[in-house]
Structures are given as structure tokens and as C-alpha cells.
């Protein structure tokens, strides 16, 4: 066959499928990123520097905010791939590459009527990346310092798929997993609910930004 006649094939990429965890969670955000891959949006986003040449992004962020006592624990990474050395996430059941610790304090917008105006926060942060099709972060959050803290986490799930070739879809899901019941278990799904669409809506505003500076893009809007 002549070089006239080799004709180059499409490439073809299967489709990423919807993760099924996110199935159980409200959605608080579902928006496209342009023009990046999953290796660039986790070394610029969640990487935090370590083993990437990133700056760091996401406690600069938290400051942003208005937190403050902000400490944001180095990743623990797995020694190897097998099952028993990975990171399990109790709530999704789900095993992950690396875990890392987060601690501050943080102003609230609702108080359900009681309780003081700030609370401690812990997220314990469980990330895997599955090749160039899917990255997922997911933070289970605990608090201190205000009533009933003790009686639920928030489950927080960022899902971050490839859509064609150098797109990505960017979903975040919220639980409120009551670990045991009170009289306030519809406020507190309903105020967590409140108090975290907006700051992930926010955080998602700075991830987009972020991303499009690093590929030269005034697409940031």
C-alpha cells in the first residue's frame, strides 16, 4: 500500500461512566473544565506541591475564605497498589492511593440557633487518579467545638471525569451521615446542605481559574 493511500483513524475513547457514589449525594456542583487533562487538574489542584512542580493551591484557598489555624498535612502515599496497602474511605467503601489530614477554624453562616460562631474542622482527604479517565478526592469532614458535632460527618465527594479528549466534567457531592440521632437531624442535613453549596461553588470558581492560568486561557469566567 502506497503512503497516498494509509489513511490515519479517529481516535476513539470510551466514554467515562458516572460515579456511582455521587448516586447517594446531592450534587452541589456539575460544570466543565475546557482544554485540561486529569494529571494536570490533580497536580494543580490537589497535589499541593509534593511530587509535582504546582504551587501549592488549596490552603491558599482555605485562607482565602477567611479560615484561619489552617494546616494542611503532607500526603501519605501507598506503598504499592495492592488492597491491603491502600486507603479506605469507610463511608463510600471505597480504596484510594493517598490520604492527607486538614485542620482550621471557620466562621458559620448558620448556627441552627444555637451554638457559638465558629467551629474546628478536620477533613481527612482520600485521592485516587485512574489513568487519564477519572480522578476522585473525597473529604469526610468532622467538627469541634459546636452542639451535636459528635452526632454526624459530611461526606464530600469531588469527581472529576474525562469528557472527549481534553475535557473534563467536574461533579461534588454532599452527604450528611448521621452517626446517631437527635432532635436537630433535619436541621443539621438541611444547614450543612446551606452552609456547603456555596463554599464548593466558590472553591470550584478558583479550581476553573486556576486550571485556565495554567494553560494560558483568559477562559476563567
Known sequence: RSSMEIITKPVILTVVPPDSALKKMIILVDKKIFGISIQQFYETIWSEGERTDAAPFYEPWLKSQGNYDTSVGKWDYASTSKSDDLFKNEWCGEQYSQKRTITYEFKRTTHLYIGPPTAAVTQNHYCRIEGNDKCVLAMSLSFGGIPYADTFRVEIR????????????????????????????????????????????????AVKKACYQLKGSDDSG
Open 158 to 205: 469531588w469527581v472529576v471525569r474525562r469528557s472527549g479528549l481534553k475535557d473534563l466534567n467536574v461533579e461534588v457531592g454532599c452527604f450528611v451521615n448521621m452517626i446517631k440521632s437527635n432532635l436537630f437531624s433535619k436541621q443539621l442535613k438541611s444547614g450543612t446542605i446551606q452552609e456547603s453549596k456555596p463554599v464548593h461553588e466558590h472553591l470550584f470558581m
